[in-house]
């Protein structure tokens, strides 16, 4: 059997995966959160030991598959992203969950940034400014997404340090 | 495992090594085809996913068609009956001019135009990215997909397959921002390329004279150039013409005739088959 903390953690992504391809309304789905990496923002600052840049590059790479992007794209992005929590994980446990909002949502424009980037450089930029909506969207959605994955984790997992 | 000593450096340093293989990717990625082992590895682990999102609407369908009353089916039964004779009526005249068009060929010495072979498949319901027309179908290489094959549905062109997988492949629909198709009016044989723009019920015709014979409402078929997709499919109609003499090139608006974003069921299409059902017969 899979350990408790690995097994929550994997049906987490499995479900911001789904929750990423499910398919929307025509004028929804330019407000769709990122749920894989705000998912991913959570355990990496509740298991920084066991959840790193690595994890995030490999679920960057299937996010780049799942997307149809080039591969690396979303990957790249999610790395940086991932970094900067990891690195800032103690100060931002503290912080209140609108300050970790704020934080996540120029996180999320970064990596949108990046990927857009390489869509521009590719020839396909979207032309709308609806394109960096998911940051904005994500930022307003965190709240709930940490209160129900720190839910999750207290019941499912064990050996926390947080 | 205590945190709070155990990363120093090394976090940067992997970061830094994996943002290179990143940039590393996605140059190797856009140059060649060497990924798409990676790629399609990578989707047999989401094709669960996919399959499980599209679930309900697989049994949505499943439970129209078992719950619905004796009298519908029948109903359906006599309006597809009817349906069936006139097209078989349409078919017996298309038979015979096929023929017909062969003999003539024939006479001329023209090459004989190859068969097609179609399969149905169904589109799996997920959304992949809103600033791409992407989608995912249920057929792969399993049935002999390979890579930039044309689809079609009832209506005309809906796009072509960009990764092929065993059991699922991903297609681009015409009116994504990086295809280009091949076309030509149907009315004069003007021959054009009609780009798409991102956006769905959005093609873009470039580079039309001003002096062109063209309208709004001409069909656009396919041209066959480029070898791509089969000639003579139905792709779009005009529907904006803008001619503004500071410009080098009219602007031309068209819509697919396909219903690229409601179609349940499409046709892959295999062109350049050898002509099987109908050989033999074409003595002059």
Redesign the interface.
């Given at each position: 059997m899979m350990n408790p903390n690995t097994r929550i953690v994997v049906l987490t992504m499995?479900a911001a995966?789904?929750l990423?391809?499910?398919?929307?309304p025509?004028w929804a789905?330019?407000f769709?959160p990122d749920w894989v990496t705000l998912f991913l923002i959570y355990w990496t600052m509740a298991l920084?030991?066991?959840i790193?840049?690595?994890i995030a590059?490999s679920i960057?790479?299937?996010l780049d598959?799942?997307?149809?992007?080039?591969?690396?794209?979303h990957?790249?992005g999610l790395?940086?992203v991932i970094?900067i929590i990891?690195?800032q994980h103690q100060r931002l446990r503290v912080a209140s969950l609108l300050q970790q909002a704020i934080v996540i949502f120029f996180l999320l424009l970064l990596k949108q940034g990046l990927v857009l980037w390489?869509?521009g450089i590719?020839?396909?930029a979207?032309?709308s400014w609806l394109?960096f909506m998911p940051s904005l969207t994500s930022a307003l959605f965190w709240p709930w997404a940490y209160i129900i994955l720190r839910d999750l984790r207290r019941k499912f997992a064990y050996k926390t340090?947080y | 495992?205590?945190?709070l000593f155990?990363?120093g450096p090394s976090?940067?340093l992997?970061?830094l090594v994996?943002?290179i293989?990143?940039?590393?990717?996605?140059v190797?990625?856009?140059r060649g085809s060497q990924?798409e082992v990676?790629?399609n590895t990578?989707?047999y682990?989401?094709y669960p996913?996919?399959y499980?999102?599209d679930l309900p609407?697989r049994l949505y369908y499943w439970g129209d068609e078992t719950l619905s009353t004796h009298k519908t089916l029948l109903n359906e039964k006599r309006r597809l009956e009817d349906f069936q004779l006139l097209n078989k009526v349409r078919l017996q005249k298309l038979d015979i001019l096929e023929k017909e068009n062969r003999r003539l060929r024939k006479l001329l010495h023209a090459t004989p135009k190859t068969g097609e072979k179609i399969l149905i498949a169904e589109i799996i319901?997920?959304?992949?990215?809103?600033?791409?027309q992407?989608t995912v179908i249920n057929k792969g290489s399993n049935d002999e997909v390979y890579i930039s094959q044309p689809i079609i549905d009832a209506q005309g062109v809906i796009g072509q397959t960009?990764?092929v997988n065993a059991n699922s492949s991903?297609a681009m629909l015409i009116t994504?921002?990086?295809h280009a198709l091949p076309v030509q009016v149907d009315r004069t044989g003007l021959r054009a390329v009609a780009f798409g723009t991102?956006k769905i019920e959005h093609l873009d015709l470039r580079h039309i004279p001003h002096n062109a014979d063209i309208r709004i409402g001409d069909t656009l078929i396919t041209s066959g150039l480029g070898g791509r997709f089969p000639a003579n499919y139905p792709v779009a109609v005009i529907t904006h013409i803008e001619r503004s003499p500071d410009e080098a090139f009219v602007s031309v608006d068209a819509e697919p005739l396909a219903l690229l974003?409601r179609s349940r069921e499409v046709l892959l299409v295999w062109h350049n088959q050898p002509q099987t059902e109908l050989s033999g017969d074409d003595e002059p």
């Open positions: 499995i995966f789904m990423a391809m499910m398919p929307l025509e789905k330019a769709r920084p030991a066991s790193g840049v690595t590059w960057g790479l299937m598959v799942s997307h149809g992007a080039l591969l690396g794209q990957a790249l790395v940086l970094y990891h690195s390489v869509s590719m020839g396909h979207p032309d394109y340090n | 495992m205590q945190t155990l990363q976090v940067t992997r970061t994996l943002v293989a990143s940039i590393g990717l996605m190797l990625d856009h990924l990676v790629r990578l989707t682990a989401l996913l996919q499980t999102i609407i319901n997920v959304d992949i990215n809103p600033y791409r992407l960009i990764h991903t994504d921002a990086s991102g974003d």
